[in-house]
């Protein structure tokens, strides 16, 4: 085994969306472990608190993606955690309803992917966090749920994890 990846699911979605699944099935094609945590119905801190607990600490290497608030658990829980990378999707970042507007990411490589039609977070927000900690970003034109890029998405996260 290579290590696993962790995902962590947004607010509104389950442990085992669409994205989530393709990602997955992608990152066991290449020898990871995958594991998504269940948040449904938790704030960011119990989610926070819910990967900690988790045996992600015991993964070498360990990778951590996320979407939306599953970006920003994953993005702060890295300062704990040190994944190998971090692989956010629409992160919500710098939204003032979250205690740390700007999580540090403690990863080797660091990549986020936003739509240009984000309705709930602005992409705006991503292209300062990438210029902030000099992340790869790709904007796609897509909505906040990038259901119309998995293809890319896909394709994206298989470099990623080609990369590490």
Known sequence: M???V???????????????????DLARGRGFDAQSLD??????????AKLLDSDARAAH??????????SYVAA???????PRGLFLLAPAFYLSNLAI????????????VHGWNDELI????????????KAVLHLVESDHRLSSQLP?????????????
Do not use: C, M
């Not at 290497?61 to 599953?70: A, F, I, K, R």
């Not at 702060?76 to 040190?82: G, K, W």
């Not at 602005?122 to 900690?133: D, G, I, L, T």
């Open 6 to 24: 962790y995902f962590n699911h947004g607010k509104e979605s389950g442990p085992w969306g669409d994205k989530i699944t393709r990602l997955a």
């Open 101 to 112: 507007q700007e999580p540090v990411p403690h990863a080797d490589f660091v990549a986020l």
């Open 39 to 48: 948040y449904r119905g938790l704030d960011a801190e119990a989610r926070l």
């Open 122 to 133: 602005p992409f705006e927000n991503s292209v300062r966090y990438a210029k902030r900690f």
């Open 152 to 164: 890319l998405i896909a394709s994206l996260f298989e470099g990623f994890l080609a990369q590490l």
């Open 2 to 4: 290579n290590g696993a």
């Open 76 to 82: 702060v829980a890295s300062a704990s955690l040190r």
């Open 61 to 70: 290497p360990l990778v951590l993606v996320g979407s939306s608030l599953g």
